[in-house]
């Protein structure tokens, strides 16, 4: 697979039945190995070992209901309250990060209203900072460590 910005980690690649498969730590089975896949998994790798994110506090493929249509949050983390702080959205390394990427995980925000937005497609990554009060957001030079995210 493509080498991406984020730490290299010991990724346990199977195939069956000529399909490969990667083991999906917070899932805690193996998934079909998509160009996708292999950047969620290194950026929830990088989440946990990097920034200190809790490993049972993260979750892969939310379901959540948006205009009565059921959709797949890609990643959400959670504070000790269970409460979602996050929504991470991947894509594809040749997937450009646009507005309408943003869009997307922008829509799955209105059921969540978490204070973080995360995107990455594996070489690029933007963290979108949230005030409901304000009404404003503003993107962060760097992914927040989770302590951050969980203190006032």
């Given at each position: 697979m493509l080498a991406l910005n984020l730490p290299i980690f010991p990724a346990?690649?199977?195939?069956?039945?000529?399909?490969k498969l990667i083991f999906d730590l917070v899932r805690r089975k193996y998934v079909a190995l998509t160009p996708e896949e292999w950047v969620r998994q290194h950026f929830v790798h990088y989440l946990i070992t990097e920034k200190g994110y809790p490993a049972e506090l993260v979750a892969n493929e939310v379901a959540i209901k948006l205009n009565q249509t059921n959709k797949r949050c890609d990643t959400v983390v959670y504070d000790r309250y269970l409460t979602p702080v996050?929504?991470?959205?991947?894509?594809s390394p040749g997937i450009e990060i646009t507005d309408r990427v943003f869009d997307q995980i922008v829509r799955y925000n209105m059921v969540l209203t978490v204070p973080y937005l995360m995107v990455s497609n594996g070489l690029s990554h933007y963290c979108c900072q949230i005030d409901y009060k304000t009404q404003t957001y503003s993107f962060l030079e760097d992914i927040p460590p989770y302590e951050d995210l969980t203190t006032p």
């Open positions: 346990k690649v199977t195939e069956r039945k000529g399909k996050v929504v991470v959205e991947y894509k």
